[in-house]
């Protein structure tokens, strides 16, 4: 006569709180892998050019599609930009300087300096730099991504981006508040420039105001 051993048949509370154990498993892979796909890196070409990057120069042309005027507007934009937090602006109109805790924009042709503390101003420094907490990259195809805004109510908040085979930034796209696409398209860029002793900081009029926004 043979004994056989036979297994003890779980208790059904025993049984269901395995199955809660595997269920809860099952959901933390699922929504681990989810946030390692939103959470992607910067793509490799893009890290190996500007790895070590401090001070940065781009010419960029800017294009405004407005689904209300008939023509695009284009203009020349000039970005100087010093690591942490030093951002030099030039457009035809306005120039901005922001130290990273205040904005200062001056308007010539009104013979103003509008003066803003805690403003934030786009800085296209953000699509290279891996160490940047203002966008994750959302999509990653060959020689493109897409990077969107961890906060929602920043602008732009989503921008698709496409760069070369050796990692340089070529074109950026979004759509801005007012519904209007545009689009850039880095022309030059070099690196170590500075922000420029041509600031408009260390040379303004004396019939140049300034108006201080904190203050009003």
């Not at 407005?66 to 100087?80: A, G, M, N, Q, R």
């Not at 951002?87 to 300096?113: F, N």
Request: charged share 25%; with cysteine.
């Amino acid at each position: 006569m043979t004994l056989t051993m036979q297994r003890p048949i779980p208790k059904k509370n025993e049984s269901n709180r395995r199955l809660g154990g595997v269920f809860l498993l099952i959901c933390l892979l699922i929504i681990l892998s989810f946030a390692i796909t939103l959470a992607a890196e910067l793509p490799s070409p893009i890290k190996k050019h500007y790895r070590g990057c401090h001070s940065i120069y781009w010419k960029i042309k800017q294009v405004t599609i407005s689904p209300i005027f008939d023509k695009p507007e284009t203009v020349l934009v000039e970005f100087y930009i010093d690591r942490p937090n030093k951002i030099y602006v030039i457009m035809p109109q306005k120039q901005i300087y922001s130290d990273g805790e205040t904005v200062w924009t001056y308007l010539a042709e009104y013979k103003q300096v509008q003066k803003d503390v805690g403003e934030r101003i786009f800085n296209p420094f953000d699509f290279i730099d891996s160490s940047q907490t203002n966008y994750e990259v959302k999509t990653g195809g060959k020689s493109e991504m897409i990077m969107q805004a961890i906060d929602k109510t920043m602008e732009p908040d989503s921008v698709s981006i496409r760069y070369k085979i050796d990692g340089r930034l070529e074109t950026a796209s979004y759509l801005d508040l007012n519904g209007n696409t545009v689009k850039l398209d880095f022309l030059k860029e070099a690196f170590g420039k500075g922000i420029p002793k041509k600031l408009f900081l260390n040379h303004l009029p004396k019939d140049v105001k300034i108006i201080d926004f904190d203050k009003e």
